[in-house]
């Protein structure tokens, strides 16, 4: 069953610009990763984000999380057309609990 | 340090042949999960393995699919026989946490089937 729900579906954007996506999710969680997928390739993991945290950064990435709302977000400043690919954000609800991943929100940087 | 490597990276096929996938894991990860994508289902954990054993293997749709990790740098999935609905890309991905995310996972390539 899917746990998180990134939003918007798709984006696009200027180079130069900051792209906001973010995640919703149905129940608690323990924790909840952000990871990018450029076409053709694998998935890589961006940040990891507990349940015990508000936000973390890295480098042009900025992470919230707000589990009164059940949501977080993921920031990316002043994008690049090397950005353009689908983000997805993952979450377990207790640490015995398997991560499960998004439909994903695909980004593209115009540059 | 070299990431996780998928053999066949795409691989075109006749419904009914059997189909193995390949996977080597990053040196040291004591987990290692197979994953398929799909537009419909999304990113789907089939399998996993911590220190060659298979732990959960619930999300393998039909008795059709099989893995194995004979050992700690090489594991297969096979599909006998295949299926058009099988097509799909699937991941192995590896990492030194389980299933929980407490650690990053990390993938490789992927292998892309298509089941005519």
New interface residues.
Partial sequence: SQQGEEDPQALSIQEGENATMNCSYKTSINNLQWYRQNSGRGLVHLILIRSNEREKHSGRLRVTLDTSKKSSSLLITASRAADTASYFCATAKTSYDKVIFGPGTSLSVIP | DAG?IQSPRHEVTEMGQEVTLRCKPISGHDYLFWYRQTMMR??E?LIYFNNNVPI?DSGMPEDRFSAKMPNASFSTLKIQPSEPRDSAVY?C?SSLGG????Q???????TRLSIL
């Fill in positions: 996780v999304g990113l954990l959960d991941f991905a299933p929980e995310g407490n990053p996972q990390h993938f490789g390539d992927g």
